[in-house]
């Protein structure tokens, strides 16, 4: 039944408007503290600030919903909840993976010897670029 109910987050969600989703992984002392941190910050349009996921790993699947879209929102909540993430130890991607929409923000928690790492990880694997080109690690790594 719990697990049931967790499944339908998602889509109780979606019907509360545009939501912005982040995947992120925090020390467990602080997991929740940054949903905590967003409803005392954010105001109109953001609706709710929702948070859930998974305690063994610290994994957090935070949601932030909005009536609409809004480039004023995603402002406030861009870069912020990359730093304040950063700021905790923690990791900009966790459950779900980079792709194009985090390439970018990956820096904030993995510093540039390490993304230098994982390119030349990723041609040695990968010489001619053709698995997923552009989606994990930033154009300048």
């Known amino acids: 039944m719990l697990w049931a109910l967790r499944e339908r987050i998602t889509e109780a969600l979606s019907r509360d408007g545009h939501v912005y989703k982040y995947d992120v992984s925090l020390p467990l002392d602080r997991l929740y503290d940054l949903v905590t941190d967003l409803r005392a910050r954010l105001r109109p349009p953001a609706k709710h600030v929702v948070g859930y996921g998974h305690l063994g790993d610290g994994n957090l699947h935070l949601n932030v919903t909005a009536e609409a879209f809004s480039a004023p929102l995603l402002g406030d909540l861009e870069p912020y909840?990359?730093?304040?993430?950063?700021?905790?130890?923690?990791?900009?991607?966790?459950?779900?993976?980079?792709?194009?929409?985090?390439?970018?923000?990956?820096?904030?928690?993995?510093?540039?010897?390490?993304?230098?790492?994982?390119?030349?990880?990723?041609?040695?694997?990968?010489?001619?670029g053709i698995l997923n080109p552009y989606k994990t690690l930033p154009v300048q790594a």
Request: overall charge positive; charged content about 25%.
């Open 81 to 128: 909840v990359y730093e304040w993430t950063a700021g905790q130890r923690g990791s900009v991607s966790a459950e779900h993976g980079v792709g194009f929409r985090k390439r970018g923000a990956l820096g904030y928690s993995k510093p540039p010897e390490a993304l230098q790492l994982m390119q030349q990880l990723k041609t040695l694997l990968d010489p001619k």
